[in-house]
């Protein structure tokens, strides 16, 4: 399968960088099977380095050889458990569910919206999920270690470029 990684960087050789922010799925290497959703990642980087260029990285990934050889843990969608990963991992709190590779929904600005109003107490669980599922979410892929980086062939970069 093909698989995205958008930075301001091609990124021939991915590896995993502790992040500053508490991501979703925790510290990883995230990637998408949205081009779509990799070039918005790869412009909102550009936007908060001041870059002109970026790029959106492609990948062959082998997933059902990941599958069988590492640890995989899957979303199918957003629900009470992703929700409750997500908030977990943004707060940096080990989680139960730690794997090699983690897949799930990604947190748009209206997610992001969602869950700061479960986590101040506005919404419980149960009416944050149902905003959830009026969302239309991409998904991304938390590759979290060399293992689950292996499964990975790097095929090209594309160039994105400032938008006038």
Sequence with gaps: MIIYHGSTVP????????????????????????YE???????IKMRRTNAEIGYVSVYEFDYESAKL????????????????????????E???KAADLHIGPVADDNVYRSIRLFETGVLDAEETVKRLKTEVLHDQWAFRSEKALS????????????EE
């Design 11 to 34: 990124v021939e050789h991915p590896e995993i960088r502790q992040s500053e922010a508490f991501l979703d799925f925790g510290t990883g290497f995230y990637m998408t099977t949205s």
């Design 94 to 96: 080990d989680h139960f």
């Design 151 to 162: 499964f990975l062939t790097f095929v090209r970069a594309d160039v994105i470029r400032e």
């Design 69 to 92: 050889e590492a640890e995989v843990f899957k979303f199918d969608n957003a629900d009470l458990d992703w929700l409750d990963f997500v908030v977990a991992n943004r707060r940096g």
């Design 37 to 43: 959703q990799a070039e918005r990642w790869t412009r």
